[in-house]
């Protein structure tokens, strides 16, 4: 008996006549829809809150996002009045395909933007490598990285002042080189060439004497001294001297060695640079006198 007294209202609140039948399901879909973004709301305020998003990014990100839900909510709102739940499970997948075909670009851009707070690929202050572009991260917007530029107006990597926008769309197609990723100290190395008369050990030693006096903070915080990797060239012994040096003053740093180096070669008479040079040497055959020239 209650059971069909249940049936009975039921057709007439839900069945195909009913008129309450489709204000019941805007009503519902409606209230799913706003309980869905607030919980997500919510969520991605805690999130970037927690990852120190900047405040101007953070409030166009959420501006966006409400307008997308108020969007959303309308166009399931329409649909829900006409009464077909099938419609409406045809439509929200409609409506998902065009948004994600229009709004591919900007989507992606966004996502990556989300990606960069979630796992720091990279930070401002930061000297990076995206698409062969070297430069120090300025600013992280929600659709692009601004840089400024390291080379690009001159040869070997100072500040150029030239700043490079990128899009934020690409930092899943490219491979990001982080200076600091780490730690804010890399490896770097000065090659020096020298004869092969030349005493190596005490070009090893001045080497290293002009890295480490040039380098002695990096040392004092890395504890990794500067060392040596020795191998033949055509022309002469090559010396690499490696060295923990700092992203942002390699370019100055690797100068002032070269300078030490330099001084400390022309000081000496042990220690010859050696360049490319062809020598003729002329013997006598066997038997025969030597010919002055």
């Not at 890399?186 to 008369?197: A, F």
Request: aromatic share 8%.
């Amino acid at each position: 008996m209650l059971a069909t007294a249940f049936d009975e209202i039921w057709n007439k609140i839900m069945g195909p006549e009913s008129s309450y039948r489709t204000i019941i399901m805007a009503g519902a879909t409606l209230l799913g829809l706003v309980v869905v973004y607030m919980v997500l709301t919510k969520l991605i305020k805690s999130y970037l809150r927690h990852r120190g998003a900047k405040e101007e990014n953070a409030r166009r990100f959420l501006f966006g996002w409400r307008l997308v839900w108020m969007v959303i909510a309308t166009i399931f709102i329409l649909v829900s009045l006409s009464g077909s739940i099938a419609a409406l499970g045809i439509s929200a997948a409609f409506l998902g395909m065009i948004l994600g075909w229009s709004l591919q670009s900007p989507v992606t851009g966004i996502a990556a933007w989300l990606m960069i707070l979630l796992k720091r690929p990279f930070k401002i202050g930061d000297r990076i490598i995206i698409a062969g572009i070297i430069g120090d991260v300025v600013d992280i917007t929600l659709t692009h990285v601004v840089l400024n530029q390291v080379g690009g107006t001159v040869a070997g990597e100072e500040k150029s002042g030239r700043g490079v926008i990128v899009p934020n769309a690409i930092l899943f197609q490219q491979i990001i080189h982080n200076y600091s990723f780490e730690s804010k100290y890399l490896l770097d190395e000065v090659p020096v060439l020298i004869t092969y008369e030349s005493d190596l050990p005490e070009a090893d030693r001045i080497c290293i004497n002009a890295a480490q006096e040039v380098t002695g903070n990096i040392i004092n915080a890395t504890g990794q001294k500067p060392f040596t990797r020795v191998e033949l060239a055509d022309s002469g012994i090559r010396i690499r001297l490696r060295y923990q040096t700092m992203g942002t003053e390699r370019q100055r740093i690797s100068s002032d060695i070269v300078r030490l180096v330099v001084e400390r070669f022309n000081a000496t008479e042990r220690v010859e640079f050696a360049y490319p040079h062809t020598e003729v040497l002329y013997r006598p055959k066997k038997g025969e006198e030597r010919k002055p020239l």
